[in-house]
């Protein structure tokens, strides 16, 4: 019995291993992970990346969302409330450990878009978290 997307997984899952045991000279990578429509498989797949030897690891997570006025406190807020823990699930169930530092830089942005109806503004919020070589990484 096949399980749906199975073969998708397999090839993002291929990607990832290309990424993170064939290409040793880079020295930086970011990895946007827009969660509104991202499956947690795909995502358990995609943080394979953080274990990439040699290198500053900048993650970005996104999520968008409508409200007027914009407050960043609200966006911030959303992000903790609907995606915090489905990132730190997937993030357990991969085997990460929680190590006694954490990222060298960490900071919300929140951008508002020109888009807007009758629903409120369309925000972009961010998190951003990155690790630079020699930080131990932490999530």
């Known amino acids: 019995m096949s399980v749906p997307f199975q073969g998708r997984h397999a090839d993002l899952q291929g990607l990832i291993d290309i990424l993170t045991h064939r290409f040793r000279s880079r020295k930086s990578l970011k990895i ?22 040699s290198c500053s ?11 007027y006025p914009v407050i960043r406190e609200r966006v911030i807020g959303t ?7 489905f990132v730190e699930a997937a993030l357990k169930d991969t085997g990460y450990p929680f190590r006694s530092t954490g990222p ?3 900071q919300f942005e929140v951008d508002e878009t020109d888009d807007a ?5 369309k925000i972009i919020g961010k998190r951003q978290r990155t690790w630079l070589e020699a930080t131990p990484l932490k999530l």
Do not use: C
Not at 37 to 48: A, H, M, T, Y
Not at 57 to 67: D, H, K, P, V, Y
């Open 32 to 53: 946007i992970l827009y969660l509104d429509d991202l499956f947690l498989p795909d995502l358990k797949i995609i943080l394979g990346l953080l274990k990439a030897p």
């Open 57 to 67: 690891i900048t993650l970005e997570e996104r999520w968008i969302q409508w409200q």
């Open 79 to 85: 992000y903790e409330r609907d995606y915090k823990s």
């Open 104 to 106: 060298s830089l960490e």
């Open 117 to 121: 109806s009758t629903l409120g503004s």
